[in-house]
């Protein structure tokens, strides 16, 4: 199993590759160890969406924390956690079936760390256009005084696939 962690860590940021140490060992460095914790970090935040773990999203959103989505609407921490909160059914339409992460490519920048990648999601029922979409995003990390990775702010780009904006330009 831990092969296989190992093995998604530098599939998923090959940043996250060890460096030669002066005796000539493989050893990473705090940059690539951040690196993958942030990879790893990312499937979790869009697991705990699914499963709607509300107290594991609450300790990993910063106090600022703020999500953009591809439409232009900003949802504040205290709405994207009362979101996730509230009651949903299991067959409730738009529920959340999966999201899942790839081309993830971190950049660690001592205590900030820039994440980008793609969430293939999946819901059930609701907005034929909603049902199965993919987003390109961009993250901002920043270490807390604790030292674990908190996230701080969430875009979708333009260039994800879903329903048009209805917002005219």
């Not at 935040?45 to 509300?54: F, G, N, T």
Request: charged share 20%.
């Amino acid at each position: 199993m831990l092969r296989w962690a190992i093995l998604s860590i530098v599939v998923l940021c090959p940043s996250a590759a060890a460096t030669q140490s002066p005796a000539g060992g493989a050893v990473p460095s705090q940059a690539s160890a951040d690196s993958a914790v942030i990879a790893l970090l990312e499937q979790r935040i869009e697991d705990a969406l699914v499963s709607r773990d509300a107290a594991f999203l609450d300790s990993v959103y910063a106090a600022s924390f703020r999500f953009k989505h591809s439409t232009g609407t900003v949802e504040t921490r205290e709405q994207r956690l009362s979101n996730v909160r509230r009651p949903m059914p299991a067959n409730a339409p738009g529920r959340f079936i999966a999201r899942i992460v790839d081309s993830v490519e971190v950049e660690v920048h001592r205590d900030v760390a820039l994440s980008t990648g793609r969430i293939h999601v999946r819901r059930d029922g609701g907005d034929p256009r909603w049902q199965n979409y993919t987003i390109r995003y961009v993250r901002i990390y920043a270490k807390s005084p604790l030292g674990t990775w908190q996230l701080v702010t969430h875009h979708s780009t333009n260039d994800s696939q879903g329903p048009p904006s209805p917002v005219k330009r």
